[in-house]
């Protein structure tokens, strides 16, 4: 039912029904497109603010994607109907919208495209969605092929989705001169300075067919007629009326009908997206449908520079261990999530700023001159005190919407734990030279002080018990009630600033400034005291304090007892001692730990505390309200790895990929080839619906991810010296191999477990190297690695 392809470009599901949210996602840095496998898409382009050429039925909400989507009938999609023009019988592909059982089916998720392959009653249909590098564009191949043992006379009606576009003004046509059907509107506005933006607006959608149709349809409701969209009135009529929309909801649907001997083939191209005139569809037309000397046309040449675009994503790391699924996962899907990221800022013009940092400490593994830009360039929107804005304006008139206009304390946070993976990886310690001017325009400063700004804005802006206020939120941006009256704090971001100044401590000390380091770590010191004062209890950390002094996140509340952030990062601060730490290990797997991972917290709320905030208004086991939060729960691992706990760490980071078994595979619902943002959670309250997939792919946890598997598992840590390698596989695996790219250098890996090693050890290139550092690497050169390592009694 589900497998990797041979080549592991691919994951295939062989039924459209066992997993109807099933998807894969394609994008570049002007559009992203997610489709699932029955033919439902969402997708967005830049304008330079995300905008639709793809509407749902409806007058829609301003959102961007939304958490396990739910799909309807009219839900906008790409769709095929195929019409056999003897028996009258219709079929679809993908499956949507008729919904008949082909006999095979083939939803292939890649990473440079997405294919379908259905076969009904000897008619095949082969679908292909690639997208282009830079434009908002889908490119569409459609292939039919007879594989009965007959002629066959069929009709086909490719049927794309325009849907509601505007209250003001919609219509579509075909444009015989373009070969298209192109639907216009105009974006609603009420404030006249808004026309002088609208008007640049990419308003069109158009469909743009390589090959003459015999006949169209621009309106949706002549198209659907009295059959509905399951089996339109319009299709069992010898030809499509070819009519337009006026005012009304337009669609984009050819009609070709084709005469095929047993065994043909007929494949058929198509372009769909946004355009701001009929000259710009014009000239989309011209390159990408004009062979050059070498008879290659645009369309072709776009799909092979969209899969090298995608290879520059590859990943710093390959890897070969005993566990197959892992290897297709970590050398193929999870470096491609990691790029997506990094590269396309998740579609946002204002993306949150511990987002754009965190997203750009992934980036450090994949592509580190980006992130080294964007640390550059998000420092530049700090504010002289210290403080970093809650999101990152990406260009000049650029707006903080949303939740970024809500006050947050835990952006400072991220600085120097980001900068210090790209410091590792890199050993680029001139960026903490560089000069950055503040927001403010008129101060420029180093790197190295913006930095010290901010670690001072955490340390100031604390109560009189040195814990740090939360306005409105930390991380966790529902939590939105705890301290908006200016009194509420924060445990996990007292505990987390307390890591974020032993992370530079180390880093200074690295430098050589010995003095700087000094006081970070008294810094430290007196922060965990403060952290184990207030909010130890006795078995676990507390969440916070609200405005009225009440500590919550503790033993004796009954919904929200236990949060697994503050116990992570107290493992990385070092306020938990080796008591502590088994005490709060302990609750976590006793009272947290579930088939599919780690949850955020337990037991959900059920009903609104409103000392916390919205938080414990969502549904319980979904999002941050108790679900398995794949961002938080790789903290907990990262914490895991680096106090050794080698087994506990790897059985939570396997947990997080979809499978291996059918079982896992059909209750998360979800193709292993991205992490979500989330599984469903409430294990204990609600197991019917746990482990259910969010199926949202913007996620910081891929960044944390990545470095657990880089820096935990197999232990393949940067430093000023070079290279550390201390791997940390699970006490079942007797053997891996690694590939590790580094600072321009490749490194072929090979680990053994072998008797009579008592401590692990290291050879390069043959050579014992006492102290498991590889020193003085070379851009260009190739390494071997041999590491030994003890046995471990099962």
């Not at 390589?210 to 969209?229: D, H, K, L, T």
């Not at 319980?620 to 961002?631: D, L, T």
Request: hydrophobic share 35%.
């Amino acid at each position: 039912m589900i497998r990797a392809s041979l080549d592991h470009e691919y994951y295939e599901l062989f039924s459209p029904t066992a997993m109807p949210k099933a998807s894969g996602f394609l994008w570049n840095e002007a559009m992203m497109i997610h489709m699932n496998c029955r033919g439902y898409a969402v997708a967005h382009f830049m304008q330079p603010e995300p905008a639709k050429y793809s509407h749902a039925p409806n007058l829609e909400a301003k959102t961007f994607m939304q958490p396990e989507q739910p799909y309807y009938a009219h839900h906008p999609g790409r769709f095929v109907y195929v019409k056999d023009e003897e028996s009258a019988s219709v079929f679809s592909a993908p499956y949507e919208p008729v919904r008949v059982m082909p006999e095979h089916f083939t939803f292939a998720v890649g990473k440079h495209n997405i294919k379908w392959l259905v076969e009904k009653d000897g008619i095949c249909i082969e679908m292909c969605l690639s997208l282009p590098k830079k434009d908002p564009l889908e490119l569409w191949k459609i292939k039919v092929i007879n594989r009965s043992q007959r002629q066959r006379k069929i009709s086909i009606y490719p049927y794309f989705t325009v849907g509601y576009m505007s209250w003001m003004n919609q219509e579509g046509e075909y444009k015989p001169e373009l070969q298209a059907i192109v639907c216009s509107s105009i974006t609603p506005y009420q404030k006249y300075k808004d026309y002088y933006s609208i008007k640049e607006f990419k308003d069109k959608t158009f469909l743009l067919a390589e090959e003459e149709a015999v006949a169209w349809e621009a309106n949706q409701e002549s198209f659907e007629g009295e059959g509905g969209i399951m089996l339109p009135s319009a299709i069992l009529k010898e030809q499509l009326e070819k009519g337009d929309a006026r005012y009304e909801m337009p669609v984009c649907a050819f009609q070709y009908q084709l005469r095929m001997e047993q065994g043909e083939e007929k494949e058929l191209r198509f372009i769909f997206g946004p355009a701001k005139n009929e000259e710009e569809i014009r000239l989309i037309r011209e390159r990408y449908f004009t062979k050059n000397s070498r008879d290659e046309d645009g369309f072709c040449l776009a799909e092979k520079e969209y899969a090298a675009y995608i290879a520059e994503g590859k990943g710093c790391l390959q890897i070969q261990t005993p566990d197959e699924d892992l290897d297709n996962f970590i050398n193929h899907w999870l470096p491609r999530q990691v790029y997506y990221h990094g590269i396309s800022n998740r579609l946002s013009q204002d993306p949150q700023t511990r987002n754009y940092l965190q997203d750009n400490m992934g980036m450090s593994y994949i592509k580190p001159e980006i992130a080294r830009r964007a640390f550059l360039f998000a420092l530049a929107q700090q504010q002289e005190n210290g403080a970093m804005p809650d999101g990152i304006k990406l260009y000049k008139d650029a707006e903080l919407k949303y939740i970024n206009q809500i006050p947050h304390t835990d952006h400072c946070v991220w600085l120097p734990i980001c900068l210090k993976a790209y410091l590792d990886e890199t050993d680029d310690y001139a960026i903490l030279q560089e000069q950055v001017p503040f927001a403010q325009g008129a101060e420029v400063a180093s790197v190295l002080e913006h930095i010290h700004r901010g670690l001072q804005w955490l340390i100031q802006n604390r109560d009189q018990r040195g814990l740090n206020y939360i306005n409105q939120g930390d991380w966790c941006d529902p939590m939105n009630m705890v301290g908006y009256q200016g009194r509420g704090v924060s445990g996990w971001l007292t505990i987390a600033a307390a890591y974020a100044l032993l992370i530079w401590a180390e880093l200074c000390e690295a430098a050589g400034w010995m003095k700087e380091a000094q006081e970070l770590r008294e810094e430290v010191k007196v922060t965990n005291d403060n952290v184990n004062k207030y909010l130890w209890d006795g078995q676990w950390y507390a969440r916070g304090i609200t405005d009225d002094n009440v500590v919550f996140g503790i033993s004796k509340d009954k919904e929200g007892r236990i949060f697994i952030n503050p116990q992570a990062w107290a493992l990385l601060s070092g306020a938990a001692d080796e008591e502590k730490q088994a005490l709060l290990l302990e609750a976590v797997k006793e009272q947290l730990e579930t088939p599919y991972g780690v949850e955020k917290l337990a037991p959900a709320y059920t009903h609104m505390r409103e000392d916390v905030g919205r938080l414990t208004q969502k549904f319980p086991g979904s999002a941050e309200n108790g679900a398995v939060y794949n961002h938080a729960a790789t903290f907990y691992i990262y914490a895991l790895y680096t106090i050794g706990k080698i087994d506990d760490a790897y059985r939570l980071l396997r947990k997080m990929i979809p499978g291996p078994d059918l079982e896992d595979l059909l209750q998360r619902g979800q193709l292993p080839v991205f992490i979500p943002n989330y599984y469903r959670g409430a294990y204990r309250q609600l197991p019917r619906t746990a482990g259910r997939s969010s199926h949202l792919f913007n996620t910081g946890t891929v960044s944390w991810y990545y470095r657990c598997v880089i820096e935990g598992l197999f232990g393949l840590k940067g430093s000023r010296d070079g290279l550390t390698i201390k791997p940390q596989l699970p006490s079942h695996w007797q053997e891996a191999k690694a590939k590790r790219i580094f600072r321009g250098a490749e490194l072929t890996i090979e680990l053994k477990r072998e008797a009579g090693i008592q401590e692990t050890e290291l050879y390069v290139n043959g050579i014992l190297a006492e102290d498991g550092v590889i020193r003085n690497i070379q851009s260009a050169k190739r390494y071997k690695i041999l590491v030994l390592l003890p046995l471990i009694k099962q």
